[in-house]
């Protein structure tokens, strides 16, 4: 799980259901392996970004995926094409 996404559901999750969601939220992706930003995943997010027109964030998101051989899990409707993503539906 890359930090960005840690940052997302915070922010969501304190905005939208307090400060108690917020720490329960972040109690659950502590379950997942953190993978930190280096400079290999920082380029392929800009490669990324600029041939997909991709946000930062998505960009990070995508290009961490990748370097795990993960499958990203999104609700984001913009990589609902992309290989190695099972897109759910909001």
Known sequence: MPAIVRYEVGRYTLTQ????AM????????R???IPMDEALADSAARL???HKFSMADAFV????QS??????TQD????TFPQVKFFRK
């Open 17 to 20: 259901g307090g400060k108690s």
């Open 23 to 30: 720490e329960l939220a972040l109690r659950a992706l502590s």
């Open 32 to 34: 997942f392996e953190f």
């Open 49 to 51: 970004a600029q041939q």
């Open 62 to 65: 995508y290009a961490t995926a």
């Open 68 to 73: 795990v051989q993960g499958e990203l899990w």
């Open 77 to 80: 409707r913009h990589f609902a």
